[in-house]
């Protein structure tokens, strides 16, 4: 017998193992088909349905949770909200390192140079920790709104979240030699 929907979240609200491995089980085929359909492999299907079922248990354990869907149409949607945002990144790095092929031969000692000065920005970046890393890469990488960024880091409001922009930018500013990086 099928568990309803509700008592599926309930039962996954309460630890359930067995219903949770239950749903976890149902649903791969469904993301990894999809996922392999828009240009990704079997390797990318796991670790982006691995994300999602992660996102999946976070949001059922919050008190203001309403499944308003079958749980299946859910993780679908996370699946692919998740893929979309990969594929995305991809595509801008892949804009970034065709931007450095672009650039004339005779630039090719500044194209070495400026690759090395973007590697300093973004170990410095990585070195400041978190919230500010995930900040400056949400806004400045992956071109999130201030709006965005404050409803997944949990910000009051996009001013907040523009305000802590600020602070990691000086905080960052303050790592890092400008005379050697002129990008």
Do not use: H
Not at 30 to 57: F, R
Not at 142 to 159: F, G, H, P, Q, V
Request: proline share 2%; aromatic share 8%; with cysteine.
């Amino acid at each position: 017998m099928k568990l309803e929907e509700s008592n599926i979240i309930e039962k996954i609200k309460a630890g359930n193992d067995a219903v949770w491995s239950k749903v976890y089980a149902n649903n791969y085929r469904m993301a990894e088909s999809y996922i392999l359909k828009n240009n990704g492999n079997k390797e990318q299907a796991k670790d982006t349905y691995q994300d999602a079922m992660m996102v999946l248990y976070r949001n059922i354990q919050r008190e203001d949770f309403e499944l308003t869907s079958k749980l299946s149409t859910y993780v679908f949607s996370i699946v692919q909200n998740l893929w979309l945002k990969q594929l995305r990144q991809q595509k801008r790095v892949t804009i970034i390192e065709e931007k450095l092929n672009d650039l004339p031969q005779t630039l090719a000692p500044n194209k070495t140079e400026l690759e090395q000065q973007i590697q300093l920005v973004m170990q410095k970046v990585e070195q400041i920790g978190n919230p500010c890393a995930s900040l400056l890469k949400a806004y400045y990488f992956l071109k999130k709104s201030m709006k965005e960024i404050a409803l997944e880091m949990n910000y009051s409001s996009d001013k907040t979240a523009k305000a802590q922009k600020y602070k990691c930018v000086q905080r960052l500013k303050s790592q890092i030699d400008f005379e050697k990086v002129r990008l």
